[in-house]
């Protein structure tokens, strides 16, 4: 049980790298922060300060109040699960699992029912006697946490851990993290880059873009409020759709570069009249059938049936713009048809042309 | 049920006939002249010979010299092969934490594998020449009244320093790629485990590095015992007085040097048979404790 906290912390490699940029973080006692971003943008950099594994070249960052920059990894109380298990090949589960806790002096006899315990807890009770090479990949995962959960740490730390398994195992595995991470409360941190894996596991979110941190929040705050077009792309899929529009110079209505015209209530704009916009449309807004009217159509060009959903791919009539759709349930459409494209205000998000950062109208 | 059938053909053979014939004729022949050889007794003049069945053995064992031989060589292969391994770990382990991926430095710490043995032995001559050798000066120098010509333990000395020195950068190449296969988030996962990093060397690293060591240990075994040959040959030549002389340099200098045919032969076959047993050994009872 412990709080977390970050401040100011940047790390540069050797060769020069700046991997981690001046971030800044908060996580409180049990929370569950996952951190999402592109390949290369730092996230493990990260995480691994954290770990202690990669030395911090500025900032501090400390748990529970103290200062662990210049502890040692074994001391700070950390356990991590890694994307490739980093399972001890020569020893079987129990001696992996019995490994830390041995080097902590625990007595043997607590050690084994520790163990035992987590394996229960894992079902990985009939695997203790072999070697990791005689397990399938869901099990040496499984056999990680074990690892990690048996040292009762203050600080659980997940690199990519199911990145390796297939869909379905992956899935399922994804429960079986949350749900144990809810039933021993441990403050964690999980970095993917799978936004499912992200939305699903996270108490918060942090995205992360060229080492510094582009958003923090809830899943929900980061859905339905982008800080920038980074964020927003990255959160949701099939991801937003992007639109350059402009702002009527009355203020009245927003207008897609030789596209339609879209109305907006009177006065949301009036500060903005003129202002060059990136808009923003998530594809299951776009062909919600309501009150609105329809702005625009779109010529299908592509269909996708998920069964549940449908994704629409196409243009616009008016200008031509590339719009992804998604709309619910099963529908018969194909390629040369024409749909209706609304876009109610309530669902717009504007960005700044130029910078990329959210307009928010207070 | 049916099982598939080849064709018989010949193209097969003739493919490994050129092993065949290299292993036959470099190999199972000599062996088998020399197990002839050990069974005859020959005349001073090598110009009749006698079938005397196990004396040449018999001589052999219980002679004194090759006693003393078997000894040293046992012992001197233990030294080499220990000293060469310890070395080139510690070399290799310390080499591995500043040379992740760097691979100029490795070249530059390997280049003494590419001496050939006796050129290792002429170079060791030279400096423990005592009238230009440094080292020979260099140890007179600061206290120890060193001459390896007459002094049986300073012999040994030299030739274990030269073939430690010769060997150690094999060892130190296996041991360095060895402990860059081990996965760097083993390691770090082990950092996060055990606090003394002695205690994760002993617990994760050389377990981890034990095929490696293994093999070394065989290859090791068999430089010590046939390879340094050269070395010895080019510095001491088993003096003083035969002190040096291990059971292959001894093979050599009694059939070559001493004309003794028969008993270098009965030698060279129960040198077969020494190592014959070893190797068995230790793939029966090492390699299964160490492939994890
Ligand atoms: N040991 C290192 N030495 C130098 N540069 C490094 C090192 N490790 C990472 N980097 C650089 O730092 C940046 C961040 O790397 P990091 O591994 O944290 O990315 P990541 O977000 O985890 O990516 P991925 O999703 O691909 O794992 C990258 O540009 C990378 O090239
Ligand atoms: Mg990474």
Known sequence: ?362 | MKRVQYEHSIVPYLFIAPQIIIIAVFFIWPAGQAMHQSFLLEDAFGLSSQFVWFRNYEDMVWSEPWLQSAIFTVMFSALVTFLSLALALLLAVRANEVLRGARSYKTMLMWAYAVAPPVAGLMGNLMFNPLIGDLYKGLNWAGWDFNHNIDAFDATFVIVLISVWKQVSVNFIFFLSGLQAIPNSVMEAATLDCRSAEKRFWTITFPLLAPTTFFLLVINITYAFFETFGIIDTTTQGAPGGATNTLVYKVYADGFLGADLGGSSAQSVILMIMVLTLTVFQFRFIERRVHY
């Not at chain 1, 390796?164 to 021993?184: C, G, Y």
């Open chain 1, 1 to 362: 049980m412990a709080t977390l906290s970050l401040s100011d912390v940047n790390k540069r490699y050797d060769n020069g790298a700046h991997a981690v940029r001046g971030v800044d973080m908060e996580i409180a006692d049990g929370e569950f922060i996952v951190f999402v971003g592109p390949s290369g943008c730092g996230k493990s950099t990260l995480l691994r300060m954290v770990a202690g594994l990669e030395a911090i070249t500025e900032g501090e960052i400390a748990i529970d109040g103290r200062r662990i920059n210049d502890v040692s990894p074994s001391e700070c109380d950390v356990a991590m699960v890694f994307q490739n298990y980093a399972l001890y090949p020569h020893m079987t589960v129990y001696r992996n699992m019995a490994y830390g806790l041995s080097n902590r002096k625990v007595p043997k006899t607590e050690i084994e029912s520790i163990v035992r315990q987590a394996a229960a807890t894992l079902r990985i009770e009939e695997f203790l006697d072999r070697k990791p090479h005689q397990l399938s990949g869901g099990q040496r995962q499984r056999v990680a946490m074990g690892r990690a959960i048996v040292r009762n740490p203050k600080v659980f730390l997940f690199d990519e851990p199911l990145s390796n398994l297939d869909a379905k195992l992956r899935v399922q595995m994804r429960i079986e993290i949350k749900r144990l991470q809810r039933s021993i409360g441990v403050t964690s941190i999980y970095v993917t880059h799978d936004q499912i894996e992200a939305m699903t596991l996270a108490d918060r979110l942090a995205v992360i873009s060229d080492g510094r941190i582009e958003q923090m929040g809830t899943p929900i705050e980061l859905y339905e409020t982008p800080a920038t077009t980074f964020v927003a792309s990255f959160i949701g899929s099939p991801a937003m759709n992007f639109l350059p529009a402009r702002v009527a110079d009355d203020g009245g209505s927003i207008t897609l570069d030789e596209g339609p015209v879209l109305p907006i209530p009177a006065g949301a704009l009036a500060a903005h009249a003129g202002r060059a916009l990136t808009l923003g449309v998530r594809p299951e807004h776009l062909g919600e059938e309501g009150d609105d009217d329809p702005v625009a159509s779109l010529e299908v060009e592509l269909i996708e049936q998920l069964g549940a959903d449908t994704l629409i791919y196409g243009r616009l009539a008016e200008g031509g713009e590339d719009l992804t759709v998604r709309l619910q349930g099963v529908r018969t459409l194909s390629p040369g048809d024409t749909l209706p494209i609304r876009a109610p205000w309530r669902h717009l998000h504007l960005f700044d042309a130029e910078s990329g950062a959210r307009i928010s109208l207070g």
